[in-house]
Nanobody, 120 residues
Framework: QVQLVESGGGLVQPGGSLKLSCAAS??????????MGWYRQPPGKQRELVAA???????NMADSLKGRFAIGRDNAKNTVYLQMDGLKPEDTAVYYC????????????WGQGTQVTVSS
């Protein structure tokens, strides 16, 4: 079983920055066997992909967030990050860490979520 623990959420003013972290752990967890990423769920809306990153560092970012958000990972620390700059009120959401095995059966895991609120 894999556990994902997010941190770094909170209240920030428009234009501000936050950095989310997600630490992965579990018996036998091998970070090199998981794509990692972030999803978010705004109030009253469906969960959506923010960004993902492969063990080798290839990234996929939602087009609407390019230029403001960046994803990174530290494989030695089993940790994935989401740097968010130029935050807008519409970025308000619960942000979830996600891990997906790179091989069949592509098992997925989710963190418990961390609230990000952008408001003045």
């Amino acid at each position: 079983q894999v556990q994902l623990v997010e941190s770094g959420g909170g209240l920030v003013q428009p234009g501000g920055s936050l950095k989310l972290s997600c630490a992965a752990s579990g018996v036998g967890f091998n970070t090199y066997r998981y794509d990692m990423g972030w999803y978010r769920q705004p109030p009253g809306k469906q969960r959506e992909l923010v960004a993902a990153i492969t063990p080798g560092g290839y990234t996929n970012m939602a087009d609407s967030l390019k230029g403001r958000f960046a994803i990174g990972r530290d494989n030695a620390k089993n940790t994935v990050y989401l740097q968010m700059d130029g935050l807008k009120p519409e970025d308000t959401a619960v942000y979830y860490c996600h891990a997906k095995a790179t091989v069949w059966p592509r098992t997925e895991y989710w963190g418990q979520g961390t609230q990000v609120t952008v408001s003045s």
